[in-house]
């Protein structure tokens, strides 16, 4: 088994930086992507950043790419989103995921870890 745990999410006003955590413990030996996914209540889940477990190939949702830096560092097992000029549309409650599949996973469903998640409150 899999456990994800994150932090790092609280309430910033608008142009605010914030940076969450994703600490990986168990059986981590198959994981070959991690992700951040996010949901507001009343709306479907986007997956804001990916990447894969050495820390390669990043990928970006449209409505962060600039703004939203993903990272892992190996040796603590950790996942990293750096979240700069954040806005009130980047409140959402953020999910650290992860897959075992070797390709990169195309959507939230894909993903066969998920932790407990941290809200993230941007104010105007």
């Known amino acids: 088994q899999v456990q994800l745990l994150e932090s790092g999410g609280g309430s910033v006003q608008a142009g605010g930086s914030l940076r969450l955590s994703c600490a990986v413990s168990?059986?981590?030996?198959?994981?070959?992507?991690m992700a951040w996914v996010r949901q507001d209540p009343g709306t479907e889940r986007e997956v804001v950043a990916s990447?894969?477990?050495?820390?390669?190939?990043?990928i970006y949702a449209d409505s962060v790419k600039g703004r939203f830096t993903i990272s892992r560092d190996n040796p603590k097992n950790t996942l990293y989103l750096q979240m700069n000029t954040l806005n009130p549309e980047d409140t959402a409650m953020y999910y650290c995921?992860?897959?075992?599949?070797?390709?990169?996973?195309?959507?939230?469903?894909?993903?066969?870890?998920w932790g407990q998640g941290t809200q993230v409150t941007v104010s105007s």
């Open positions: 168990g059986s981590s030996y198959n994981l070959h992507w």
């Open positions: 990447i894969s477990i050495g820390g390669a190939l990043p």
């Open positions: 995921a992860a897959a075992t599949r070797l390709y990169r996973p195309r959507v939230a469903s894909d993903y066969d870890y």
